[in-house]
């Protein structure tokens, strides 16, 4: 956890402005799980609180936890009511059948155990509470596979066995239930992200921790020129970058 939560708090003020990119893909959650009035909700990996300044501006009751101090600091100025922890997503520190919905966006999958991690998620949530899995799609799917690629092999562990296809219709279902959950709807949705010129594109794509693992093990420089590299294609004619994406959701069940 401490690791992790270095390497995320690093570049905090940048991954707080990816986070705000990346508010559709909250939004057509709650489409998708509407919140009651004073239910109360727990986001596994909350980075800095945009997605519970989201649901608390519904009426929910909300609490965040993350491995980043730093994360959290951004979190508790943009969401003051929150009650927001740090702690590990395979030990959280709340009591059995604490809220009436979690969720994780792109964040379970950077647990040790995944499963071990949502059977946590399914602990603390109330009977029959949803549990809401957010993960990439397919890569196909998502330019910044282009960026990952390059920047990735420069990290330790470049060369390791592939992650299991989440995106792959049954697979997260698959380990939802080896968690005792009850999968529910799965579902996509594709959406773009925007950076103004090379400057944004780089200053917010070092933020995320895996990225900063690169930085450490190759340096800044070659990391930047990864990510330049990887991604110059997509660049538009008054210089700026539109990034299509896919996210794949499994709405699961306590």
């Known amino acids: 956890m401490t690791a992790q939560g270095t390497l995320w708090g690093a570049r905090a003020?940048?991954?707080?402005?990816?986070?705000?990119?990346?508010?559709?893909?909250?939004?057509?959650?709650?489409?998708?799980?509407?919140?009651?009035?004073?239910?109360?909700?727990?986001?596994?990996?909350?980075g800095t609180g945009a997605f519970?300044?989201?649901?608390?501006?519904?009426?929910?009751?909300?609490?965040?936890l993350d491995a980043s101090p730093e994360l959290l600091a951004l979190a508790r100025e943009r969401v003051p009511a929150a009650d927001l922890r740090v702690g590990d997503m395979e030990a959280l520190p709340y009591d059995d059948d604490a809220f009436d919905a979690v969720f994780g966006f792109n964040a379970f999958f950077f647990a040790r155990d995944m499963t071990?991690?949502?059977?946590?998620?399914?602990?603390?949530?109330?009977?029959?509470?949803?549990?809401?899995?957010q993960v990439w799609g397919n890569p196909e799917w998502c330019d910044l596979t282009r960026m990952k690629d390059a920047v990735f092999a420069l990290a330790p562990g470049g060369d390791s066995p592939p992650p299991?296809?989440?995106?792959?219709?049954?697979?997260?279902?698959?380990i939802a239930s080896?968690?005792?959950?009850?999968?529910?709807?799965?579902?996509?949705l594709e959406y773009a992200f925007h950076y103004a010129g090379e400057a944004e594109l780089v200053e917010l794509l070092?933020?995320?921790?895996?990225?900063?693992?690169?930085?450490?093990?190759?340096?800044?420089?070659?990391v930047r020129d990864a990510i330049l590299t990887s991604l110059q294609p997509l660049r538009r004619p008054d210089g700026s970058f539109r990034l299509r994406n896919q996210w794949r959701y499994l709405v699961a069940y306590a």
């Open 164 to 174: 299991p296809p989440l995106w792959s219709p049954g697979v997260l279902e698959q």
């Open 116 to 133: 071990a991690a949502l059977r946590e998620a399914r602990r603390v949530a109330r009977s029959g509470a949803p549990v809401v899995i």
């Open 178 to 188: 080896a968690a005792g959950l009850t999968p529910g709807d799965a579902f996509d």
């Open 206 to 222: 070092l933020a995320p921790a895996p990225v900063g693992a690169a930085v450490r093990a190759a340096g800044e420089d070659a």
């Open 52 to 64: 519970l300044r989201l649901a608390h501006d519904r009426g929910a009751r909300v609490s965040g």
């Open 13 to 46: 003020l940048a991954w707080g402005r990816t986070e705000d990119q990346q508010l559709e893909t909250y939004r057509e959650a709650l489409r998708r799980v509407p919140l009651a009035a004073g239910a109360s909700v727990l986001d596994v990996g909350c």
